[in-house]
């Protein structure tokens, strides 16, 4: 007498289908998402331990203080911004500052 199957085999083939088509895109998600955090690791990681001083040395050496009602003429603070490396960006009567990348 010849061995019986357990499982047909038309049976079997449907639930690997099932199983190729349900694991395939978990598979892809899971690929991305390892992916995703390999790349963007170490920024959160540096972020998370501070990373203040990496910024233009400069910027932390000449502190300033202002203090209310204090004087200051605007070429002065200006002069002051662009030294730290802001660059004077025209904006009407004020002035926008933006970090300038060395």
């Given amino acids: 007498m010849p061995p019986t199957r357990l499982y047909a085999t038309g049976r079997i083939r449907v639930v690997w289908a099932v199983a190729l088509t349900l694991l ?5 998600v ?7 955090y390999q790349r963007y ?3 959160v990681e540096g972020r998370l331990h501070g990373e203040r001083g ?3 040395s400069r910027l932390y050496s000449r502190p300033f203080v202002l203090r209310r009602g204090q004087a200051l003429a605007a070429d002065a603070f200006v002069r002051r911004l662009n030294a730290l490396g802001y660059e004077e960006k025209p904006g009407g009567r004020l002035y926008k500052f933006k970090m300038v990348d060395q």
């Fill in 54 to 56: 990496a910024g233009p």
């Fill in 41 to 43: 690791a170490h920024i």
């Fill in 30 to 36: 899971s690929a991305l998402l390892l992916a995703g």
């Fill in 24 to 28: 395939t895109p978990i598979a892809i």
